[in-house]
C-alpha cells in the first residue's frame, strides 16, 4: 500500500498515519519529522530548514526532494509507504512521479482529511508532543495523566516552536496558496480521497480505512 496524506496543519495527519503504519505495518515518511530531527541533530539541513520552518514557511521544493528520494530507497519501503507532509507543492508531487515512475511503483490514494480552520487552530494551539518517543497529546482533546509528562515512556512534553499563534497563521496562508492545489493534481488522476477530518482520532481513522478499500 502507497498512500499520500494531505490536510492543513493540525488536520491529524501525523495521529492518522500511527494508525495506518500500525494497520498496515508499512512505515510513515513524514517530512516534517526528518526536518524537525534534522534539526535537532544539529545538520546543516536543519539549520537552513528551521529558518522556514519558524516562519511558517515551506522548505525549498529541491532539499525536500532530495529528503524523499533517499528515505524511499531505505529497506523498510518496499511492501509501501505512507507519506506525511508530502508533497506539499505541484513541483514536489510532479517530482515524485518521477521517483516513483523510476522505481517501477505506482500510488494507491491521496487522502485528503478536511477540517475546519477554527478546529484546525485549536488542535495546533494544544499540541504536546513528547520530546523522547514522539508520542502526541493534546491538551484538551488528548491529556497526558500527568501534566508534562508522557503517559508511554516518561519522557517530557513539549510545544513545537511553529505552533505558537502567529506561525499557525502563516502557516494556514502559506497551506491554502501553495499546498491546497496539490489536492487538484491528485484529483485529476483520479487518486484523491477526501475525507471528514472531524470527529475522534478513530472515528477519522476508520473513515479513512473505508475509503482506501478497493472499489471493485
Ligand atoms: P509538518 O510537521 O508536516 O506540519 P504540518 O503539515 O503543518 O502538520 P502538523 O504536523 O502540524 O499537523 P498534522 O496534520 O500532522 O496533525 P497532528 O496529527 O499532529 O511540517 C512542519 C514544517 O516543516 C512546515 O511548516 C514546513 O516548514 C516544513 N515542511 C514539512 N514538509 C514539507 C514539505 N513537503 N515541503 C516543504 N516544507 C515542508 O494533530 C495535531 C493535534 O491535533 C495533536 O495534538 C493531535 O493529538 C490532535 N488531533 C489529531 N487528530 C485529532 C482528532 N481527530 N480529534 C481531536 N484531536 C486530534
Excluded: W
Amino acid at each position: 500500500m502507497r498512500i499520500v496524506l494531505l490536510g492543513g496543519p493540525g488536520a491529524g495527519k501525523g495521529t492518522q498515519a500511527k494508525l495506518l503504519q500500525d494497520h498496515f505495518k508499512i512505515p510513515q515518511i513524514s517530512t516534517g519529522e526528518m526536518l524537525r530531527q534534522a534539526v535537532q541533530n544539529g545538520a546543516v539541513l536543519g539549520k537552513q530548514a528551521k529558518e522556514f520552518m519558524d516562519r511558517g514557511e515551506l522548505v525549498p521544493d529541491s532539499v525536500i526532494l532530495d529528503l524523499v528520494d533517499g528515505r524511499l530507497s531505505a529497506n523498510d519501503s518496499g511492501r509501501g509507504f505512507l507519506l506525511d507532509g508530502f508533497p506539499r507543492t505541484v513541483a514536489q508531487a510532479e517530482a515524485f512521479e518521477t521517483m516513483l515512475a523510476d522505481r517501477n511503483l505506482v500510488l494507491d490514494g491521496a487522502v485528503s482529511l478536511r477540517v475546519p480552520t477554527a478546529t484546525l487552530v485549536a488542535r495546533l494551539s494544544g499540541r504536546r508532543t513528547c520530546r523522547r518517543c514522539g508520542t502526541m497529546y493534546h491538551v484538551r482533546f488528548n491529556p497526558s495523566k500527568k501534566d508534562g509528562v508522557c503517559d508511554r515512556c516518561g519522557g517530557d512534553l513539549y510545544q513545537r516552536d511553529d505552533d505558537r499563534e502567529e506561525t499557525i497563521k502563516a502557516r494556514m496562508e502559506v497551506y491554502e496558496r501553495q499546498s491546497a492545489p496539490v489536492h487538484d493534481h491528485f484529483r485529476a488522476q483520479g487518486l484523491l480521497r477526501e475525507v471528514d477530518g472531524t470527529g475522534s482520532a478513530e472515528e477519522v481513522f476508520r473513515k479513512v480505512l473505508r475509503q482506501l478499500q478497493p472499489t471493485h
